[in-house]
Structure formats: structure tokens, C-alpha cells
């Protein structure tokens, strides 16, 4: 596959970082599903303040950088035995034409024996998008064979219209939504319909920010079998922790 012109001619990535891992739990079996990879600084700085530093110039570097560096922690600390997934955030607009851009995704993946069937892609809404460049990238990636999932679902720009379009294959539900929702009738409402919704559409959804048992209760009430959160395990700089199922007996 031949370059893009962000693999050409845009700026590197001069802020070192690495990434943190949170568990994603399927609440069936009590297995981890995925690891969130979580882009921090090596010097500790937060999530935050690398993205601070990242500007039209360098984030292709920034994006592709994330990219490998995952995987290559992934797969050299998780168990051989594991069959998490590793869930990487992507920038949309970092993506210039997919199939190019996803060359060192593939070679990364090839040289540290991680299985592509176990990659999946999520991205924000919170980052103002061409809805036909993301399908395009969307589209893209299920063709070869990545799982995708939309993130923050409820609190950005995308939302309902690029659900009627595309259908990823989970949709993670903002964590202001779960926050307090064992208190909230109007936001049970909203999650009922919204998890009835995403059912019919046979898109797997996943409830994000969960801290209390209270919420977690609820939600296993509703019908959620995917969590993530601070009541079961809090991101792991480099290291892939084990979620605290005793949260959720």
C-alpha cells in the first residue's frame, strides 16, 4: 500500500507518552472482554495533557504512534492465554485514506504476533467529523476484519444520524448517562429505550464509568452484560490488571 500524504509530509510526535489499560468486563462469565488502551505520559502526565500537545501538523504521527504502541504492550503483557480484545482510540480525522493509513497498524501487528481479529477500533464523538470520511474509514475497517465501536455515545456530534447509517459493532454509552443513575428515573428512561434501540439493532452495548454498586445494579437489572469502570479496575500504566469481580458478587 502505497503512503498518504499524512505519512509523507506531516510532523512527528515529540511528546512521549505510553498508554494505560482498563478492563472491560462481560459480567456473564466475569472474563475481561477487552483492555482500553489510554494514552498517558511517561513522566505521568494525564490523558489530558498529551492531547493538549497534539495539533492538525502532528496528529497523524500522534494517532499512528498510539497505534503501535499498543500493540506492542499488548503483546508483551498480556497472558498468552488471554483472548482479550485490545480496544484502540483512533482519531477520524488523523485517518487520510484508510487502507493506507492502517499499513502500520497491520505491520506492528505481523511483527509482535498480536491477531488482528482481536483489535478493536473505537473512536469519540466528541471530535467534529465529516460523517462520510468517518463511514468511509468505518466501512473500511469492517472490511478487513476489525471490530469497531462508537465511544461517548449520546454526547458529541455524531450520534442518531450515523447510527442509521452505520451500525458498528458496539456502542459505549457516555458515562454521564451511568454516573447516578440508580437516583435518576429520567436517565433509566434514556437507557431503556436507548439499550432497546441498540438490541434491535444487534449492536452490542457497553456501559462506561461505572463507580458504585448501586449503578452497577441497576444496569445488570436493565439487561447490560459489558461494563467498564473504577468499581471493577482503574487504568494500569503498561500493565494489564485483572478487574475486581468481588464488586460485582
Do not use: W
Not at 456530534?157 to 459505549?172: E, H, R
Amino acid at each position: 500500500m502505497r503512503a498518504c500524504a499524512g505519512c509523507r509530509d506531516g510532523a512527528g510526535f515529540a511528546t512521549p507518552f505510553s498508554m494505560a489499560f482498563q478492563p472491560i468486563v462481560d459480567l456473564r462469565d466475569g472474563d475481561v472482554f477487552a483492555y482500553e488502551a489510554l494514552v498517558r505520559g511517561t513522566d505521568g502526565a494525564s490523558a489530558a495533557d498529551i492531547l493538549a500537545t497534539v495539533t492538525m501538523e502532528n496528529r497523524y504521527a500522534f494517532d499512528q504512534g498510539c497505534r503501535v504502541k499498543a500493540l506492542e504492550l499488548a503483546a508483551s503483557g498480556l497472558p498468552k492465554q488471554s483472548k482479550a480484545k485490545l480496544s484502540i482510540n483512533f482519531m477520524p480525522n488523523a485517518v487520510y485514506e484508510p487502507r493506507a493509513c492502517i499499513r502500520s497498524t497491520l505491520e506492528t501487528a505481523e511483527r509482535v504476533g498480536f491477531p488482528l481479529d482481536r483489535i478493536l477500533f473505537e473512536f469519540t464523538e466528541s471530535e467534529q467529523i465529516d460523517t462520510d470520511h468517518l463511514l468511509k474509514i468505518l466501512t473500511a475497517y469492517r472490511a478487513m476484519g476489525f471490530k469497531t465501536a462508537i465511544d461517548d455515545f449520546g454526547a458529541g456530534y455524531a450520534g442518531l444520524t450515523l447510527l442509521a447509517k452505520f451500525q458498528p459493532d458496539i456502542v459505549k454509552l457516555d458515562m454521564d448517562l451511568v454516573r447516578g443513575i440508580d437516583q435518576s428515573r429520567d436517565k433509566r428512561i434514556v437507557l431503556r429505550h436507548t439499550l432497546a434501540m441498540l438490541r434491535e439493532f444487534e449492536i452490542l452495548p457497553l456501559c462506561e464509568g461505572v463507580e458504585t454498586s448501586e449503578e452497577l445494579a441497576v444496569l445488570k437489572d436493565m439487561g447490560v452484560h459489558h461494563i467498564q469502570g473504577y468499581l471493577l479496575a482503574r487504568p494500569a500504566f503498561e500493565r494489564f490488571e485483572l478487574p475486581n469481580m468481588a464488586a460485582v458478587a
